[in-house]
C-alpha cells in the first residue's frame, strides 16, 4: 500500500489541477462597486490591551472557577422546581425540535411534541410570573419548510405539567412564531414571517402580530418585521416589551421601532440604524443594541440609547458578534451580557482585548468590561463555547446553550444547556445534554452550530 | 486620485499571491464547495478594509480569519466539508476513504494536513496562514496524521 504522506501529496495535485477547485478562476473584485471604507465610528469606549489587561487582573480572581467540585446531581425525583423552571427546544431523539422542561438539580423531560408529530416546538417563553408558557409551532422542519404556523399559550403546572389554554393560527404558509410577554402577562408580542420557507426572498419579512391574552384578537402591524435569520430556530431578540408595559420595541435595519400600545402608533428611534438585537433596561429608559450589517466580514457596535431620543452612545466599538441573541441586560439593571467571536481578531493591531475564541462578557451600562473565562464544568477540562447566553430571573446566573469547541471523535459536537453562576466560587452545572448527538444531519455543522438546541427561557419560581 | 491607483496597485499584488492561498486554506478547512465564495468575500473585505488589512501585522492571515467566519457560518446547513473524491482512474493508489477520513479531522488538524501534506506548505507558510504558532502546528499535523493512519488503517 502506498503510504499515507505520498496518498496525500497525490490527492492534493488532484485537487490543485483541478479547474473547478484549487485553480478555479481568479476571484475578481468589482473596485467600481465594492466602495473603500474609511474606520467605522469610534465611540466613548476605545480598547487597548493594556486597559483589557488591567481589567483582567482585577478581575481574574473572581473569574476562577472552583476547582475539584463535584456537578450537581441531575436525578431527582420530585418535579418542582425550586429555581423556577427553564424551557429549551431540542432536537434530542427525533427529527423535529420539541419542547422541554428542566429544573435546576432535576433531568429534562419533554413536555410538547413527540417523535412522530413532525412538527417544531419553538421559542418558548414565560410569562413574567411564570405560570404559563407561549411557544411557536408548525408543521414541518426547518430543512423542508413551515407550513400552518400557531402562536400557542399554555399554563405551567407546578410539577412542569403543560395545559394549553389557546392557540392562534398564524397563517398556512408560516413557520413558528417566537413570542415575548409583556409585563403584566397580559398581551404577547411576535414576529410572523411572510413564508414558512428558509429558502424563499420573502421569509424574512412579515408583519408583527401584538395578541391579547385575554380575548386573543390580534392587532397586526403590517410589515413592521424583519427577522434576523432565515431559520426561526436562530431566535435574536428582535423585540422586547418595556418594562412598564407601555411600548414594544422592534428592531428594523431603518432604526428601533417604538409601538405604543396606549395610541397604537410607532416611532423610529434617532441614530439606531441597523439595530439588529435589543434588550431593554430594567429602569425603561435605555435599549442596548447590536449596531451592524450582520454580514460576517463586518464589526458590530454595541450602543446603548436613550428611549426618550435624547441620545446614542456606544459602549464597545467594533467587533464581532458571535452567534447569540445580542446583548441582554441583566435583570438587576447592573450589567449586560453579550458574545464577542474573536477569531476574527487575531490579525488585529487591537488583538490583545481578546483571551479566547468565543467570548462572554459582562459589562456595565457605563462600558467596563470583564471577560468570562472559558466556560468548564467541575472536573473536565474540554471547554464548552457559547452558543447563547441568557440571565437567570435573579440576575444570579448565566444561562448557556453551549457546544464543545472540539468534535469528538466522530467529528461531532456536543451540545449543552448549562447554568453558570455569575459567583466564580459557585461551578457550573451541567442540566442538559442530548442523549444523541446531532440525529438531524443536515442541521449540525463541526462548528456546533445547528442548534441541536434551541432557545431557551428560565421562568421565576412557581410556589406549590 | 494618486493615492487610490497606489492603493490598487498595492491590493491587486497581494491578492495575486493570497487569492489562490485563501482557497486552498479555507477548502482544506470548510470544503471546496465553501471555499471560492469565502475567498470572494474575504478578498472585497480586504478592498474594502485595505487600511486595516496594510495595518494587520499578519495580512494574509487577518483576510484568511474574514474568509473562514464567512465560511463558517455558510457551513450551518452541512455536516461534513466537501472534499473531492479520489479519481480512482487517474490515482489508483489512493485510498478512496482518504478525503471521508480528512473530513473526519477536527477543522486545525484537517487545515495543518492539507495545507502541509496535500499542497506542500512549509511550516512557516502554514503557521502564518492560520495565525498559528509552528509547535502548534506541529501538534496538530502529528495528531491529524495519526489519525488518518488508524482511520485508513495504514502502518506508514
Known amino acids: 500500500m502506498t503510504d499515507l504522506l505520498t496518498q496525500l501529496r497525490d490527492y492534493g495535485r488532484q485537487i490543485e489541477t483541478d479547474p473547478m477547485l484549487g485553480a478555479g478562476s481568479p476571484v475578481i473584485v468589482d473596485t467600481e462597486t465594492r466602495q473603500r471604507k474609511t474606520p467605522g465610528p469610534s465611540g466613548r469606549w476605545v480598547w487597548a490591551p493594556v486597559a483589557a489587561t488591567v481589567i483582567l487582573l482585577a478581575f481574574l480572581p473572581m473569574l476562577l472557577t472552583r476547582s475539584g467540585e463535584e456537578p450537581v446531581a441531575t436525578t431527582v425525583p420530585t418535579r418542582f422546581a425550586e429555581e423556577g423552571w427553564i424551557a429549551f427546544s431540542a432536537v434530542a431523539t427525533d427529527l423535529d425540535y420539541d419542547l422541554y422542561l428542566v429544573g435546576i438539580g432535576q433531568t429534562a423531560f419533554r413536555v410538547v411534541g413527540d417523535d412522530f408529530d413532525d412538527r417544531d416546538q419553538l421559542c418558548p417563553a414565560f410569562s413574567p410570573d411564570g405560570t404559563r408558557i407561549a411557544y411557536g409551532e408548525a408543521e414541518g422542519t426547518i430543512d423542508t419548510?413551515?407550513?400552518?404556523?400557531?402562536?400557542?399559550?399554555?399554563?405551567?403546572?407546578?410539577?412542569?405539567?403543560?395545559?394549553?389554554?389557546?392557540?392562534?393560527?398564524?397563517?398556512?404558509?408560516?413557520?413558528?412564531?417566537?413570542?415575548?410577554?409583556?409585563?403584566?402577562?397580559?398581551?404577547?408580542?411576535?414576529?410572523?414571517?411572510?413564508?414558512?420557507?428558509?429558502?424563499?426572498?420573502?421569509?424574512?419579512?412579515?408583519?408583527?402580530?401584538?395578541?391579547?391574552?385575554?380575548?386573543?384578537?390580534?392587532?397586526?402591524?403590517?410589515?413592521?418585521?424583519?427577522?434576523?435569520?432565515?431559520?426561526?430556530?436562530?431566535?435574536?431578540?428582535?423585540?422586547?416589551?418595556?418594562?412598564?408595559?407601555?411600548?414594544?420595541?422592534?428592531?428594523?435595519?431603518?432604526?428601533?421601532?417604538?409601538?405604543?400600545?396606549?395610541?397604537?402608533?410607532?416611532?423610529?428611534?434617532?441614530?439606531?440604524?441597523?439595530?439588529?438585537?435589543?434588550?431593554?433596561?430594567?429602569?425603561?429608559?435605555?435599549?442596548?443594541?447590536?449596531?451592524?450589517?450582520?454580514?460576517?466580514?463586518?464589526?458590530?457596535?454595541?450602543?446603548?440609547?436613550?428611549?426618550?431620543?435624547?441620545?446614542?452612545?456606544?459602549?464597545?466599538?467594533?467587533?464581532?458578534?458571535?452567534?447569540?441573541?445580542?446583548?441582554?441586560?441583566?435583570p438587576t439593571g447592573d450589567q449586560i451580557v453579550y458574545q464577542r467571536d474573536c477569531v476574527q481578531e487575531y490579525g488585529l493591531q487591537d488583538a490583545g482585548r481578546c483571551l479566547y475564541q468565543y467570548e462572554v462578557l459582562l459589562t456595565t451600562p457605563e462600558g467596563d468590561e470583564v471577560i468570562l473565562r472559558d466556560l468548564q464544568l467541575p472536573g473536565d477540562e474540554r471547554v464548552w463555547w457559547p452558543n447563547r447566553v441568557t440571565w437567570s430571573p435573579d440576575g444570579n446566573r448565566l444561562l448557556y446553550l453551549a457546544y464543545l469547541g472540539e468534535p469528538d471523535e466522530q467529528g461531532r459536537v456536543p451540545q449543552a444547556l448549562i447554568a453558570r453562576p455569575i459567583d466564580p466560587e459557585s461551578a457550573p452545572v451541567l442540566l442538559y445534554q442530548p442523549p444523541t448527538i446531532a440525529p438531524r444531519l443536515g442541521d449540525i455543522n463541526t462548528y456546533g452550530e445547528g442548534f441541536q438546541l434551541a432557545h431557551q427561557s428560565w421562568s421565576r419560581p412557581i410556589l406549590p | 486620485m494618486h493615492e487610490i491607483v497606489e492603493a490598487s496597485d498595492a491590493f491587486t499584488e497581494f491578492a495575486q499571491v493570497a487569492e489562490p492561498r485563501l482557497r486552498l486554506a479555507l477548502g482544506a478547512a470548510f470544503g471546496f464547495d465553501l471555499a471560492e465564495e469565502a475567498t470572494a468575500e474575504a478578498m472585497a473585505f480586504a478592498w474594502e478594509h485595505w487600511d486595516r488589512v496594510t495595518a494587520a501585522s499578519n495580512p494574509v492571515g487577518y483576510v484568511f480569519g474574514v474568509g473562514r467566519n464567512t465560511a463558517r457560518r455558510s457551513l450551518r446547513r452541512h455536516r461534513f466539508p466537501y472534499l473531492p473524491p479520489v479519481l480512482a482512474s487517474e490515482i489508483p493508489w489512493v485510498e478512496p476513504g482518504l478525503p471521508r477520513a480528512l473530513g473526519l479531522l477536527s477543522v486545525r488538524q484537517r487545515e495543518v494536513v492539507m495545507l502541509l501534506h496535500c499542497f506542500g506548505w512549509t511550516l512557516g507558510e502554514v503557521s502564518e496562514m492560520l495565525g498559528m504558532a509552528r509547535g502548534t502546528v506541529q501538534t496538530h499535523e502529528r495528531r491529524g496524521l495519526a489519525r488518518l493512519r488508524k482511520d485508513l488503517g495504514v502502518e506508514q
Do not use: K
Open chain 1, 145 to 330: 419548510g413551515y407550513a400552518n404556523g400557531a402562536l400557542v399559550v399554555a399554563e405551567v403546572g407546578v410539577d412542569g405539567t403543560l395545559t394549553e389554554t389557546f392557540r392562534i393560527a398564524t397563517g398556512t404558509g408560516s413557520a413558528p412564531p417566537c413570542p415575548t410577554w409583556s409585563p403584566d402577562g397580559e398581551t404577547i408580542a411576535a414576529g410572523v414571517r411572510a413564508s414558512g420557507n428558509p429558502r424563499n426572498p420573502t421569509n424574512q419579512r412579515g408583519d408583527v402580530w401584538i395578541v391579547p391574552t385575554n380575548d386573543q384578537a390580534p392587532t397586526v402591524l403590517e410589515n413592521l418585521y424583519v427577522a434576523q435569520s432565515r431559520y426561526p430556530s436562530d431566535l435574536w431578540s428582535d423585540m422586547e416589551w418595556s418594562p412598564d408595559g407601555t411600548e414594544l420595541a422592534i428592531t428594523h435595519p431603518q432604526g428601533i421601532t417604538l409601538y405604543s400600545q396606549a395610541d397604537r402608533e410607532v416611532r423610529t428611534l434617532d441614530d439606531t440604524e441597523l439595530a439588529r438585537h435589543l434588550s431593554w433596561s430594567p429602569d425603561g429608559t435605555r435599549i442596548v443594541f447590536e449596531s451592524g450589517t450582520g454580514s460576517p466580514a463586518d464589526r458590530t457596535y454595541l450602543r446603548v440609547a436613550e428611549v426618550d431620543d435624547s441620545g446614542v452612545d456606544t459602549l464597545v466599538d467594533e467587533y464581532y458578534s458571535s452567534d447569540g441573541i445580542g446583548p441582554v441586560w441583566s
